[in-house]
């Protein structure tokens, strides 16, 4: 529910203080529980209720608007593109759902293939006789009549294709959703609707997972391809520079899944990474590797001492199927990769260590890519991150559309949410972004940035740029950086913390005389994101040479800034818990309301008071409808999102039901965070 309380600075870890608001001499904090609708109870007073009431209106604006209901439709009201009607955005200022044309025989899910057709790539296989190729996982053609579009980011932009839907079983039924553990299944999904759902299973049959050992099909998979791939060179250990890539052979991508001991892997947390595994590893013939980098909280344990210690955390923090995907890491071991004495931090709100996974979450992604030398590019993921849809096609099409994307005004067009309803085109959004760059008068960033107290890194001392042929040639900026592999791939808006109120803004170490804009920096929202060899490179000097570091979401951006780095922000599809009004305008006012129509700066979208507008978003750190949302399209029934008052929606009863339009069925989304999955685990 929501409530008003008087004002008290955030203690750490209180996420649920969200916003707060001056009205009159009384200074109110809207604390959101279950993100329900705007009305409080009455308590006899209406002068009192009414103040309060509009107490609540100005703190949190968006919890007046409706709920959309268009996400919860299922596969018997799936419709071609042509015929969808998206409850949002719509042309009316009140959007509203009607009843949806039901087809009782429902459209049949296909196998989805989202891959690069390639004479070269070797078929990889679940098991050691190479008799169980990887699955597919399945779509259906369409989506559900009235399902909202995104409303941030862009299925077109970024090359996914939006014109599909995934269900729960095609999603993950090829990796043991829906049938027993006896069976060699997950033992989970059988207690929800589950009509017609064999159908994903009549390929391969329900395959026996038991055995699988995930590290072991990956190296495989990754031998039986490696004549597609650049290796580092036997004496230097490096890959070949980018623009002397052997013609036909990629660059290898590491996916690092941070988890830490004591994580509860759950059957769907196991369905979720056997997902990840075989869609970007198995089924790409190689292209990504999978790793879990595991924390070792326990201090004490001597897992580098005694392999038999290693074991044991190993049994009993990780299932057996992916112990050879384990990378283990401590806090201690950081301080021995980067010893001495670091200088206070400008600010430490956290009061973690400068060596501590909360503040410096890069550092193990560092030393994990100086041990890992075949890996051109690292994806930083999360144990509580999903993708509905492949996991391939989300992170391969991001990956594609960021390397050619020009380096003129990159860091400008990266600091705003792109809003479809309200820019219009991306060739729109990109002049508006010139315009307001040359209004503000401020120099667009381009290149290395300088700034007093400076200290150089290893290849600017030899002399090598960071800028490609491409923007030293002939063929104009507009070229320049078109193809360049990006640096850096942030999963929301790259933003200038000075002013920004953002809490950890001067979370700053080892930089002479620093201050609230000194040196500059930026920082993108959430850890998620693609960073090149050449960038972990760059921070593990700075960490280990100059002593320098940030705070976790602000060092790779930073680095990045001061070398001049590729980096930029992808603009995936983002949905909303409720239709925003004016249609357009309300979003860019609330996600870009820094300054010069960005997310940076004086009165930025992630300001401590501000940020309750991400949750009801499908991706930010404290997003309540990602999680209800997931639940919903797994099956489980979930209070509507109206709060503890609301009704119970969802689940196998209402599914099954007479004049039900059947199981949800989603588009291809990004959805965190994921904290639980069934409501048991709660």
């Given at each position: 529910m929501a409530r008003i309380r008087k004002y008290n600075p955030p203690q750490d870890g209180d996420e649920n203080a969200v916003s707060n608001a001056d009205?009159?001499?009384?200074?109110?904090?809207?604390?959101?529980?279950?993100?329900?609708?705007?009305s409080l109870p009455d308590d006899g007073d209406e002068m009192h209720d009414e103040k309060r009431q509009m107490n609540l209106r100005e703190a949190i604006p968006w919890l007046l608007y409706k709920h959309l209901d268009g996400y919860f439709q299922g596969i018997r009201a799936l419709v071609d593109k042509s015929d969808r009607v998206p409850e949002y955005p719509h042309d009316t200022q009140k959007p509203s759902i009607s009843s949806s044309p039901l087809r009782y025989n429902a459209r049949k899910p296909r196998s989805y293939d989202p891959y690069r057709p390639s004479s070269s790539t070797r078929t990889c296989y679940l098991d050691r006789d190479h008799r169980i190729p990887a699955p597919a996982i399945y779509a259906y053609d369409g989506v559900p009549w009235h399902m909202p579009d995104p409303a941030l980011g862009s299925y077109e932009l970024l090359g996914i294709n939006g014109d599909v839907c995934f269900d729960r079983f095609g999603r993950y039924g090829p990796y043991g959703l829906g049938y027993s553990k006896l069976r060699g299944g997950a033992g989970v999904g059988m207690d929800t609707e589950n009509s017609d759902s064999d159908q994903v299973w009549a390929a391969t049959g329900q395959i026996n997972y038991h055995r699988v050992d995930w590290g072991y099909a990956q190296e495989m998979c990754s031998e039986a391809n490696k004549h597609r791939f650049l290796e580092p060179d036997r004496n230097t250990e490096e890959l070949p520079p980018a623009g002397l890539h052997l013609k036909g052979k990629k660059g290898r991508i590491a996916v690092v899944v941070r988890c830490y001991q004591g994580f509860e892997w759950t059957d769907l947390a196991i369905l979720n990474f056997r997902a990840m595994v075989t869609e970007l590893s198995l089924r790409s013939g190689g292209e990504y590797t999978v790793h879990l980098l595991l924390h070792v909280r326990d201090v004490d344990l001597p897992i580098w001492a005694d392999d038999l210690t290693a074991q044991h955390l190993l049994d009993d923090y990780v299932p057996v199927e992916f112990h050879s995907l384990v990378t283990l890491w401590s806090e201690p071991q950081m301080r021995l990769f980067y010893p001495g004495d670091f200088a206070e931090a400008l600010e430490n709100p956290s009061g973690h260590s400068v060596?501590?996974?909360?503040?410096?979450?890069?550092?193990?992604?560092?030393?994990?890519?100086?041990?890992?030398?075949?890996?051109?590019?690292?994806?930083?993921?999360?144990?509580?991150?999903?993708?509905?849809?492949?996991?391939?096609?989300?992170l391969d099409r991001i990956g594609r559309w960021a390397d050619d994307q020009p380096r003129s005004l990159l860091w400008e067009r990266s600091a705003r949410y792109?809003?479809?309803?309200?820019?219009?085109?991306?060739?729109?959004?990109?002049r508006e972004v010139k315009l307001d760059t040359l209004l503000s008068g401020e120099r667009p960033v381009f290149g290395p940035v300088m700034f007093t107290g400076r200290r150089p890194l290893r290849h600017e001392q030899q002399g090598w740029s960071v800028l490609p042929d491409s923007c030293v040639s002939a063929r104009g900026p507009a070229q320049c950086g078109v193809g360049e592999g990006a640096d850096l791939i942030t999963l929301n808006p790259i933003f200038d913390v000075n002013e920004s109120g953002w809490v950890f803004a001067n979370d700053v170490t080892g930089y002479?005389?620093?201050?609230?804009?000194?040196?500059?920096?930026?920082?993108?929202?959430?850890t998620g994101s693609r960073l090149s060899r050449r960038l972990l490179v760059a921070m593990h000097e700075e960490v280990w040479r100059h002593r320098h570091t940030m705070f976790s979401e602000m060092f790779p951006p930073t680095v990045a800034l001061h070398g001049g780095f590729k980096a930029l922000y992808a603009p995936h599809p983002v949905?909303?818990?409720?239709?925003?009004?004016?249609?357009?305008?309300?979003?860019?006012?609330?996600?870009?309301?820094?300054?010069?129509?960005?997310?940076?700066?004086?009165?930025?979208?992630?300001?401590?008071?501000?940020?309750?507008?991400?949750?009801?978003?499908?991706?930010?750190?404290?997003?309540?409808?990602?999680?209800?949302?997931?639940?919903?399209?797994?099956?489980?029934?979930?209070?509507?999102?109206?709060?503890?008052?609301?009704?119970?929606?969802?689940?196998?009863?209402?599914?099954?039901?007479?004049?039900?339009?059947?199981?949800?069925?989603?588009?291809?989304?990004?959805?965190?965070?994921?904290?639980?999955?069934?409501p048991a685990e709660e």
């Open positions: 009205t009159g001499n009384t200074r109110v904090v809207v604390q959101l529980d279950d993100d329900e609708d705007a060596h501590g996974v909360y503040r410096s979450a890069h550092m193990p992604l560092q030393v994990f890519a100086m041990k890992h030398p075949e890996y051109e590019y690292f994806w930083n993921w999360e144990m509580d991150m999903r993708v509905v849809g492949n996991y391939y096609e989300m792109f809003i479809p309803n309200y820019h219009g085109t991306w060739e729109n959004f990109t002479s005389d620093a201050d609230s804009s000194h040196p500059p920096r930026r920082s993108a929202i959430i949905y909303l818990e409720r239709a925003w009004l004016p249609l357009g305008s309300a979003l860019n006012a609330a996600f870009n309301s820094g300054k010069h129509n960005s997310a940076s700066g004086r009165n930025s979208p992630y300001d401590m008071e501000n940020e309750h507008n991400h949750k009801g978003t499908s991706w930010y750190y404290h997003s309540e409808f990602a999680g209800l949302l997931w639940r919903r399209w797994l099956g489980y029934p979930q209070m509507d999102g109206r709060g503890a008052r609301g009704t119970e929606r969802g689940g196998i009863m209402e599914e099954s039901a007479k004049g039900s339009s059947g199981r949800m069925c989603l588009r291809s989304m990004l959805v965190h965070p994921i904290k639980y999955e069934r």
